[in-house]
């Protein structure tokens, strides 16, 4: 589709809810705060924080990062994303992706999110492949324990999602993409140039020391703070299970600096 202006973009984001008065409650923002504080391995997201960060610290970057309330004190009702904010990022995103494509290179992308944000990511995967970027898919079809399960990395069009052998699922975390690094690794193989992701994936990549773009809803903070700590480049604040549909305009305009 032809790419949004920003302000038409803007408009679409804040009447879908990708940004604005979002879906995710404030009792889910600060709670994830207390079970990322807490290092919970659904909510670090594999970052190993360099600073003492207290909740009254991480709130503090939820404001700044993502528009959210800034009172600490208040764990009820519903939150925002300030819809400029994320378009910033977008602005970011886009300047990275169109770098990636004039200098050449790899990427990887991957979404612990499939029924939100990988058909963005599919579209992105394709683009970039079609202006020259190895688009790399690593450790195809192979297994990882998740929190003592085993799962599977399968790529759907390019970008690595985990599932059970028969269905793709929501993850948290961050084995995956360090099992696809150590496999990297230990083959010799290139690191990624860039690395396209959301939740562990983009954590455990950011962690890595690999230049990443994230997204990151909410009630993920620990991308935030990554991002804060200098570990992960840019992180697109946005709430990350809309209809796919609704990305569509927001994969166009993150597409549209990346020139025929």
Same mark, same amino acid.
């Given at each position: 589709?032809?790419?949004?202006?920003?302000?038409?973009?803007?408009? #679409?984001?804040?009447?879908?809810?990708?940004?604005?008065?979002?879906?995710?409650?404030?009792?889910?923002?600060?709670?994830?705060?207390?079970?990322?504080?807490?290092?919970?391995?659904?909510?670090?997201?594999?970052?190993?924080?360099?600073?003492?960060?207290?909740?009254?610290?991480?709130?503090?970057?939820?404001?700044?990062?993502?528009?959210?309330?800034?009172?600490?004190?208040?764990?009820?009702?519903?939150?925002?994303?300030?819809?400029?904010?994320?378009?910033?990022?977008?602005?970011?995103?886009?300047?990275?992706?169109?770098?990636?494509?004039?200098?050449?290179?790899?990427?990887?992308?991957?979404?612990? #999110?499939?029924?939100?944000?990988?058909?963005?990511?599919?579209?992105?995967?394709?683009?970039?492949?079609?202006?020259?970027?190895?688009?790399?898919?690593?450790?195809?079809?192979?297994?990882?324990?998740?929190?003592?399960? #085993?799962?599977?990395?399968?790529?759907?069009?390019?970008?690595?999602?985990?599932?059970?052998?028969?269905?793709?699922?929501?993850?948290?975390?961050?084995?995956?993409?360090?099992?696809?690094?150590?496999?990297?690794?230990?083959?010799?193989?290139?690191?990624?140039?860039?690395?396209?992701?959301?939740?562990?994936?983009?954590?455990?990549?950011?962690?890595?020391?690999?230049?990443?773009?994230?997204?990151?809803?909410?009630?993920?903070?620990?991308?935030?703070?990554?991002?804060?700590?200098?570990?992960?480049?840019?992180?697109?604040?946005?709430?990350?299970?809309?209809?796919?549909?609704?990305?569509?305009?927001?994969?166009?305009?993150?597409?549209?600096?990346?020139?025929?």
């Amino acid at each position: 589709m032809t790419a949004p202006s920003r302000d038409a973009l803007r408009e #679409h984001l804040l009447r879908t809810r990708i940004a604005g008065q979002v879906g995710t409650p404030r009792t889910s923002n600060i709670g994830n705060i207390r079970k990322m504080l807490a290092h919970d391995p659904d909510y670090w997201f594999g970052v190993e924080l360099t600073r003492d960060w207290s909740l009254e610290a991480v709130v503090a970057v939820m404001a700044e990062r993502v528009g959210m309330d800034p009172d600490p004190t208040r764990e009820t009702g519903s939150d925002v994303v300030d819809p400029d904010r994320c378009l910033d990022a977008l602005d970011d995103a886009a300047d990275r992706l169109s770098t990636l494509t004039k200098t050449g290179g790899t990427a990887l992308l991957a979404t612990g #999110h499939p029924t939100g944000l990988l058909a963005m990511f599919m579209t992105v995967a394709r683009t970039l492949a079609r202006r020259g970027v190895d688009v790399i898919t690593p450790s195809a079809e192979s297994w990882v324990s998740v929190n003592d399960v #085993h799962r599977r990395i399968r790529y759907v069009g390019s970008v690595a999602t985990i599932g059970t052998g028969g269905d793709l699922l929501h993850t948290h975390s961050p084995e995956p993409m360090q099992l696809i690094l150590a496999g990297l690794h230990r083959r010799q193989e290139k690191l990624p140039d860039l690395v396209i992701a959301d939740h562990g994936w983009a954590g455990a990549a950011g962690q890595a020391g690999l230049p990443t773009v994230g997204f990151a809803d909410t009630n993920d903070p620990a991308l935030f703070v990554a991002q804060t700590e200098g570990k992960v480049g840019t992180v697109i604040p946005l709430d990350d299970n809309i209809a796919p549909a609704d990305y569509e305009p927001v994969t166009a305009y993150l597409l549209s600096k990346i020139s025929d």
